[in-house]
């Protein structure tokens, strides 16, 4: 059903989550898994680099450290996963890569925000399924590292 799918991953537990039932989808669809970390470029971290240089260059370099872990897990599954690392509004550049790679469809996390999140996240409009051209999964299932071998049937 599912040829090319584009995980988005970070290091928060609703990433994790799309990571693994993104994997074991793409398992079943024995698809190819394209691997997006997106850093998101917040007011926060654009002051922290007026104040201290290079503090977004840090920032890139911890996200680089979890999207490489994210491709050799995905490697270790038996995947030959591509990955990339992008800075901006997430869901726009989930948008842009999907659409670069072909994907026919995209896994990500999410994350409930409350009231005060969502006022210093801003209003960009950028909502997700308005940037896609494929379908979009929203992984929710919380799974263990020992639910999700034995969902895979492996072990590392």
Same mark, same amino acid.
């Given at each position: 059903?599912?040829?090319?799918?584009?995980?988005?991953?970070?290091?928060?537990?609703?990433?994790?989550?799309?990571?693994? +039932? *993104?994997? %074991?989808?793409?398992? !079943?669809?024995?698809?190819?898994?394209?691997?997006?970390? @997106? $850093?998101? #470029?917040?007011?926060?971290?654009?002051?922290? +680099? *007026?104040? %201290?240089?290079?503090? !977004?260059?840090?920032?890139?370099?911890?996200?680089?450290? @979890? $999207?490489? #872990?994210?491709?050799?897990?995905?490697?270790?599954? *038996?995947?030959?996963?591509?990955?990339?690392?992008?800075?901006?509004?997430?869901?726009?550049?989930?948008?842009?890569?999907?659409?670069?790679?072909?994907?026919?469809?995209?896994?990500?996390?999410?994350?409930?925000?409350?009231?005060?999140?969502?006022?210093?996240?801003?209003?960009?409009?950028?909502?997700?399924?308005?940037?896609?051209?494929?379908?979009?999964?929203?992984?929710?299932?919380?799974?263990?590292?020992?639910?999700?071998?034995?969902?895979?049937?492996?072990?590392?």
């Amino acid at each position: 059903m599912y040829k090319r799918i584009v995980l988005a991953f970070d290091s928060t537990v609703e990433g994790r989550a799309a990571l693994r +039932e *993104g994997a %074991l989808l793409a398992k !079943a669809c024995d698809a190819e898994v394209f691997l997006l970390s @997106v $850093l998101v #470029e917040s007011s926060s971290v654009l002051v922290a +680099e *007026g104040v %201290l240089v290079g503090a !977004a260059e840090t920032h890139l370099e911890s996200y680089q450290v @979890v $999207l490489d #872990e994210g491709l050799a897990r995905l490697r270790r599954l *038996g995947f030959s996963p591509t990955g990339k690392l992008v800075r901006g509004e997430p869901a726009i550049e989930i948008g842009a890569f999907a659409r670069q790679v072909g994907a026919d469809l995209v896994v990500v996390g999410h994350r409930k925000r409350n009231l005060l999140e969502r006022w210093w996240s801003g209003a960009t409009g950028a909502y997700i399924v308005d940037n896609l051209d494929c379908s979009l999964l929203v992984a929710r299932q919380a799974m263990s590292d020992q639910d999700f071998e034995a969902k895979l049937g492996n072990s590392e």
